[in-house]
């Protein structure tokens, strides 16, 4: 489903962001994929969030919901499955607030 929309809104011309965990390899291609065929550019922005910083947040998330929370279990598992977007990919790994602040600077600048 969301490829097929994937590729109507790029057919049309228009500029995506798939917000989406893309926790396996595969999945990472198929967008990458369909971006290609749509002759648009495919960027990869990993945030690299500690597992202390996720863990604070769910704790944190329990005592005052702001979003539906996760089962641990479930976490876990989608933890331990996850494969971290290598070399090839060309991901661009976000891992602080500085580096998404200097990222979004850049995208200002290149858009001025």
Do not use: C, W
């Amino acid at each position: 489903m969301a490829v097929e929309r994937l590729n109507r809104i790029l057919a049309a011309g228009q500029s995506v962001v798939l917000d989406d965990t893309l926790s396996h390899r595969f999945l990472r291609d198929r967008y990458r994929q369909v971006a290609i065929r749509a002759n648009a550019n495919f960027v990869l922005l990993y945030l690299d969030t500690a597992l202390e910083d996720i863990a604070g947040r769910m704790t944190q998330n329990r005592k005052d919901p702001v979003r539906q929370g996760i089962n641990d279990n479930v976490f876990a598992a989608h933890r331990d499955r996850f494969e971290r977007p290598t070399d090839d990919e060309k991901p661009i790994k976000l891992a602080s607030a500085s580096d998404i602040s200097n990222y979004l600077a850049s995208l200002k600048l290149a858009l001025d």
